[in-house]
Protein backbone atom coordinates (compact mmCIF):
# COMPACT_ATOMS: atom_id res chain seq x y z
CA UNK A 1 0.00 0.00 0.00
CA UNK A 2 1.18 3.48 -0.96
CA UNK A 3 0.48 6.29 1.34
CA UNK A 4 0.08 10.10 0.78
CA UNK A 5 3.40 11.45 0.52
CA UNK A 6 4.22 15.50 1.16
CA UNK A 7 6.77 15.77 -1.93
CA UNK A 8 5.13 16.62 -4.53
CA UNK A 9 6.06 17.47 -8.66
CA UNK A 10 4.10 19.80 -10.57
CA UNK A 11 4.15 18.66 -14.37
CA UNK A 12 2.61 19.15 -17.93
CA UNK A 13 1.89 16.71 -20.67
CA UNK A 14 0.06 13.26 -21.27
CA UNK A 15 0.92 9.68 -22.21
CA UNK A 16 2.13 7.49 -24.51
CA UNK A 17 0.47 3.98 -24.07
CA UNK A 18 -0.41 0.90 -25.91
CA UNK A 19 -3.67 -0.59 -24.52
CA UNK A 20 -4.02 0.22 -20.97
CA UNK A 21 0.22 0.43 -20.41
CA UNK A 22 1.95 3.61 -20.56
CA UNK A 23 5.08 2.61 -22.43
CA UNK A 24 6.65 6.25 -22.97
CA UNK A 25 5.84 9.57 -21.24
CA UNK A 26 8.08 12.66 -20.88
CA UNK A 27 6.91 15.46 -18.94
CA UNK A 28 8.06 19.13 -18.16
CA UNK A 29 8.61 20.44 -14.73
CA UNK A 30 7.55 24.01 -13.96
CA UNK A 31 3.73 23.88 -14.64
CA UNK A 32 0.97 25.46 -12.27
CA UNK A 33 -0.65 22.36 -11.65
CA UNK A 34 0.53 20.75 -8.97
CA UNK A 35 0.34 16.70 -8.97
CA UNK A 36 1.20 14.09 -6.42
CA UNK A 37 3.72 11.48 -8.13
CA UNK A 38 3.92 8.64 -6.44
CA UNK A 39 4.95 5.16 -7.28
CA UNK A 40 3.97 1.73 -6.46
CA UNK A 41 6.93 -0.97 -5.84
CA UNK A 42 5.39 -2.88 -8.48
CA UNK A 43 6.38 -0.34 -11.21
CA UNK A 44 7.96 -1.81 -13.82
CA UNK A 45 9.27 0.99 -15.80
CA UNK A 46 12.25 3.09 -15.93
CA UNK A 47 12.60 6.80 -15.10
CA UNK A 48 15.16 9.49 -15.25
CA UNK A 49 14.98 13.05 -14.12
CA UNK A 50 16.92 15.80 -16.28
CA UNK A 51 16.94 19.73 -15.08
CA UNK A 52 17.90 22.42 -17.10
CA UNK A 53 18.90 24.39 -13.96
CA UNK A 54 18.01 24.38 -10.24
CA UNK A 55 17.99 21.30 -7.93
CA UNK A 56 15.51 18.45 -7.49
CA UNK A 57 14.82 16.30 -4.46
CA UNK A 58 12.98 12.97 -4.43
CA UNK A 59 12.87 9.69 -2.57
CA UNK A 60 13.35 6.16 -4.24
CA UNK A 61 12.28 3.29 -0.96
CA UNK A 62 12.51 6.37 1.29
CA UNK A 63 15.80 7.75 0.60
CA UNK A 64 16.28 10.85 -0.02
CA UNK A 65 18.33 11.82 -3.07
CA UNK A 66 19.42 15.44 -4.86
CA UNK A 67 20.32 16.34 -8.11
CA UNK A 68 20.90 19.90 -9.80
CA UNK A 69 21.48 20.66 -13.48
CA UNK A 70 25.14 18.93 -13.71
CA UNK A 71 23.65 15.06 -12.50
CA UNK A 72 21.22 13.12 -14.20
CA UNK A 73 18.79 10.56 -11.93
CA UNK A 74 18.08 7.11 -13.07
CA UNK A 75 15.40 5.25 -10.89
CA UNK A 76 14.68 1.62 -11.73
CA UNK A 77 11.81 -0.61 -11.94
CA UNK A 78 9.91 -1.72 -8.83
CA UNK A 79 11.08 1.58 -6.41
CA UNK A 80 9.08 3.61 -4.34
CA UNK A 81 9.05 6.74 -6.02
CA UNK A 82 8.12 9.88 -4.83
CA UNK A 83 9.66 13.49 -6.58
CA UNK A 84 9.75 16.86 -4.66
CA UNK A 85 9.94 20.16 -6.91
CA UNK A 86 11.23 23.82 -5.66
CA UNK A 87 10.27 26.50 -6.92
CA UNK A 88 13.29 27.16 -9.25
CA UNK A 89 13.33 23.61 -10.51
CA UNK A 90 13.09 23.89 -14.59
CA UNK A 91 13.61 19.92 -15.80
CA UNK A 92 11.73 16.99 -17.09
CA UNK A 93 10.71 13.19 -16.19
CA UNK A 94 10.92 10.39 -19.04
CA UNK A 95 9.10 7.67 -18.27
CA UNK A 96 9.60 4.27 -20.40
CA UNK A 97 9.10 0.65 -20.72
CA UNK A 98 11.65 -2.00 -21.42
CA UNK A 99 10.15 -2.67 -24.68
CA UNK A 100 9.96 1.06 -25.53
CA UNK A 101 13.85 1.25 -24.94
CA UNK A 102 14.69 -2.14 -26.61
CA UNK A 103 12.39 -1.07 -29.88
CA UNK A 104 14.30 2.65 -29.86
CA UNK A 105 17.93 1.04 -29.65
CA UNK A 106 17.62 -2.09 -31.24
CA UNK A 107 19.78 -3.73 -28.79
CA UNK A 108 19.63 -5.29 -25.21
CA UNK A 109 23.40 -4.12 -24.86
CA UNK A 110 22.40 -0.35 -24.48
CA UNK A 111 20.05 -1.71 -21.59
CA UNK A 112 23.13 -3.16 -19.78
CA UNK A 113 25.58 -0.32 -20.63
CA UNK A 114 22.44 2.13 -18.96
CA UNK A 115 21.54 0.39 -15.79
CA UNK A 116 23.56 -2.81 -15.15
CA UNK A 117 27.24 -0.76 -15.69
CA UNK A 118 25.99 1.88 -12.84
CA UNK A 119 25.41 -0.67 -9.95
CA UNK A 120 24.36 0.93 -7.29
CA UNK A 121 25.21 4.55 -8.50
CA UNK A 122 21.46 5.77 -9.20
CA UNK A 123 23.09 9.27 -10.39
CA UNK A 124 25.41 9.82 -14.08
CA UNK A 125 27.58 13.51 -14.41
CA UNK A 126 26.63 15.80 -17.01
CA UNK A 127 29.22 17.73 -18.60
CA UNK A 128 28.72 21.19 -19.27
CA UNK A 129 29.88 20.38 -23.34
CA UNK A 130 26.72 18.05 -23.32
CA UNK A 131 24.33 19.79 -21.22
CA UNK A 132 22.63 21.94 -23.70
CA UNK A 133 22.70 19.07 -26.40
CA UNK A 134 20.62 17.27 -24.23
CA UNK A 135 18.33 19.95 -23.10
CA UNK A 136 17.55 21.09 -26.75
CA UNK A 137 17.01 17.13 -27.44
CA UNK A 138 14.29 16.92 -24.78
CA UNK A 139 12.24 19.72 -25.47
CA UNK A 140 11.77 18.47 -29.15
CA UNK A 141 11.05 15.06 -27.63
CA UNK A 142 8.48 17.57 -25.48
CA UNK A 143 7.53 18.82 -28.79
CA UNK A 144 7.21 15.82 -30.98
CA UNK A 145 4.98 14.06 -28.01
CA UNK A 146 2.37 16.70 -28.37
CA UNK A 147 2.14 16.11 -31.97
CA UNK A 148 -1.22 13.94 -33.57
CA UNK A 149 0.51 13.39 -37.33
CA UNK A 150 1.77 10.19 -39.02
CA UNK A 151 5.27 8.64 -37.60
CA UNK A 152 5.08 10.06 -33.68
CA UNK A 153 6.23 6.92 -32.61
CA UNK A 154 9.47 6.36 -35.16
CA UNK A 155 10.12 10.35 -34.06
CA UNK A 156 10.27 9.63 -30.50
CA UNK A 157 12.29 6.49 -30.39
CA UNK A 158 14.78 8.64 -32.64
CA UNK A 159 14.94 11.09 -30.40
CA UNK A 160 14.89 8.88 -26.94
CA UNK A 161 17.94 6.57 -29.13
CA UNK A 162 19.91 9.61 -29.14
CA UNK A 163 18.97 9.84 -25.46
CA UNK A 164 19.69 6.31 -24.35
CA UNK A 165 23.23 6.53 -26.43
CA UNK A 166 24.27 9.64 -24.39
CA UNK A 167 23.62 7.54 -20.65
CA UNK A 168 24.91 4.78 -22.21
CA UNK A 169 28.22 6.55 -22.53
CA UNK A 170 28.48 8.55 -19.74
CA UNK A 171 27.80 5.20 -17.95
CA UNK A 172 31.37 4.05 -19.29
CA UNK A 173 32.71 7.34 -17.52
CA UNK A 174 31.34 6.63 -13.89
CA UNK A 175 33.56 4.89 -11.68
CA UNK A 176 33.85 1.29 -13.30
CA UNK A 177 32.07 -1.29 -11.48
CA UNK A 178 33.79 -4.22 -10.27
CA UNK A 179 33.14 -6.64 -12.66
CA UNK A 180 32.19 -10.03 -10.48
CA UNK A 181 30.65 -13.02 -11.38
CA UNK A 182 27.01 -11.85 -11.32
CA UNK A 183 27.79 -8.91 -13.52
CA UNK A 184 29.49 -10.93 -16.11
CA UNK A 185 26.37 -13.83 -15.86
CA UNK A 186 23.85 -11.27 -16.08
CA UNK A 187 25.48 -10.21 -19.29
CA UNK A 188 26.12 -13.79 -20.50
CA UNK A 189 22.33 -13.94 -20.15
CA UNK A 190 21.14 -11.33 -22.49
CA UNK A 191 23.82 -12.09 -24.78
CA UNK A 192 22.07 -15.92 -25.07
CA UNK A 193 18.38 -14.45 -24.49
CA UNK A 194 19.45 -11.95 -28.43
CA UNK A 195 20.80 -15.95 -29.90
CA UNK A 196 17.97 -18.26 -28.67
CA UNK A 197 14.28 -15.86 -27.81
CA UNK A 198 13.08 -17.22 -30.85
CA UNK A 199 13.68 -20.83 -29.57
CA UNK A 200 14.36 -20.57 -25.52
CA UNK A 201 11.14 -18.77 -23.50
CA UNK A 202 11.99 -20.36 -20.37
CA UNK A 203 14.43 -19.31 -17.35
CA UNK A 204 15.58 -22.82 -17.10
CA UNK A 205 16.53 -22.97 -20.45
CA UNK A 206 18.88 -20.27 -19.78
CA UNK A 207 19.85 -21.89 -16.71
CA UNK A 208 20.47 -24.80 -18.15
CA UNK A 209 22.82 -23.10 -20.85
CA UNK A 210 24.67 -21.06 -17.75
CA UNK A 211 25.14 -24.12 -15.40
CA UNK A 212 23.36 -22.64 -13.06
CA UNK A 213 19.70 -22.51 -11.23
CA UNK A 214 16.66 -20.99 -12.48
CA UNK A 215 16.25 -19.60 -8.77
CA UNK A 216 20.14 -18.74 -8.84
CA UNK A 217 19.68 -17.14 -12.42
CA UNK A 218 16.02 -15.09 -11.69
CA UNK A 219 17.83 -13.33 -8.30
CA UNK A 220 21.08 -12.28 -10.36
CA UNK A 221 19.07 -10.84 -13.22
CA UNK A 222 16.40 -9.69 -9.94
CA UNK A 223 18.48 -7.56 -8.14
CA UNK A 224 20.98 -6.45 -11.31
CA UNK A 225 18.19 -4.55 -13.52
CA UNK A 226 15.40 -4.79 -11.25
CA UNK A 227 12.86 -7.51 -12.78
CA UNK A 228 12.34 -11.51 -13.17
CA UNK A 229 14.67 -13.26 -15.98
CA UNK A 230 10.95 -14.20 -17.25
CA UNK A 231 10.01 -10.51 -17.69
CA UNK A 232 12.91 -10.27 -19.62
CA UNK A 233 12.44 -13.05 -21.72
CA UNK A 234 9.03 -12.37 -22.79
CA UNK A 235 9.52 -8.18 -23.36
CA UNK A 236 12.43 -9.67 -25.65
CA UNK A 237 9.80 -11.90 -27.53
CA UNK A 238 7.14 -9.00 -27.75
CA UNK A 239 9.90 -6.35 -29.17
CA UNK A 240 10.80 -8.81 -31.68
CA UNK A 241 7.37 -9.20 -32.84
CA UNK A 242 6.32 -5.62 -32.54
CA UNK A 243 9.41 -5.22 -34.88
CA UNK A 244 8.33 -7.78 -37.65
CA UNK A 245 4.81 -6.47 -38.00
CA UNK A 246 6.23 -3.06 -37.71
CA UNK A 247 9.51 -3.14 -40.32
CA UNK A 248 8.72 -6.45 -42.08
CA UNK A 249 4.73 -5.79 -42.24
CA UNK A 250 4.07 -9.46 -41.72
CA UNK A 251 0.57 -10.61 -39.96
CA UNK A 252 0.05 -12.49 -37.18
CA UNK A 253 0.46 -15.48 -38.57
CA UNK A 254 4.11 -15.21 -40.22
CA UNK A 255 4.93 -12.96 -36.93
CA UNK A 256 3.90 -16.33 -34.58
CA UNK A 257 5.49 -18.89 -36.63
CA UNK A 258 8.91 -16.69 -36.75
CA UNK A 259 8.96 -16.49 -33.01
CA UNK A 260 8.16 -20.46 -32.57
CA UNK A 261 4.61 -20.31 -31.66
CA UNK A 262 2.94 -22.72 -33.90
CA UNK A 263 -0.35 -21.96 -32.16
CA UNK A 264 -1.71 -18.49 -33.23
CA UNK A 265 -4.31 -18.24 -30.84
CA UNK A 266 -1.02 -19.21 -28.13
CA UNK A 267 0.75 -15.94 -29.59
CA UNK A 268 -2.39 -14.21 -30.03
CA UNK A 269 -2.84 -14.34 -25.69
CA UNK A 270 1.03 -13.88 -25.06
CA UNK A 271 0.82 -10.84 -27.15
CA UNK A 272 -2.47 -9.38 -24.98
CA UNK A 273 -1.22 -10.30 -21.91
CA UNK A 274 2.26 -9.14 -22.10
CA UNK A 275 1.66 -5.77 -24.23
CA UNK A 276 -1.62 -5.02 -22.87
CA UNK A 277 -3.40 -4.72 -26.34
CA UNK A 278 -4.28 -7.40 -29.01
CA UNK A 279 -1.99 -7.71 -32.09
CA UNK A 280 -4.62 -6.64 -34.53
CA UNK A 281 -5.23 -3.31 -32.31
CA UNK A 282 -1.49 -2.65 -32.13
CA UNK A 283 -0.93 -2.90 -35.65
CA UNK A 284 -4.24 -0.86 -36.46
CA UNK A 285 -2.65 1.77 -33.88
CA UNK A 286 1.07 1.68 -35.81
CA UNK A 287 -0.40 1.97 -39.43
CA UNK A 288 -2.29 5.21 -38.29
Known amino acids: MIHNDPMQVRFEQGT ?27 DTRYRIVFLKKGSCA ?117 DPVIQNKCVGQTKTFFKLLDQHFATLKMPADYARLMSVTPAYLNNMIKDALGNTTSYFIQQRILVEAKRLMSLDELNMKEVAYKLGFFDVSHFSKFFKRTSGERFTDYKRNVAA
Not at 89 to 118: A, E, R, V
Open 16 to 42: FSHGERQVFDVRKLGNDQTTSFINHKT
Open 58 to 174: YLINKRKFTIDASRIGIIRPNNHFSLAEHEEDHGYIITFSHDFLQLSTGSSQTLQSIFLNLGDIDQIPVPKSEHRFLKDVMERLIYEFNQSGGMKQDVLRGLFQVFAVFLGRATTQV
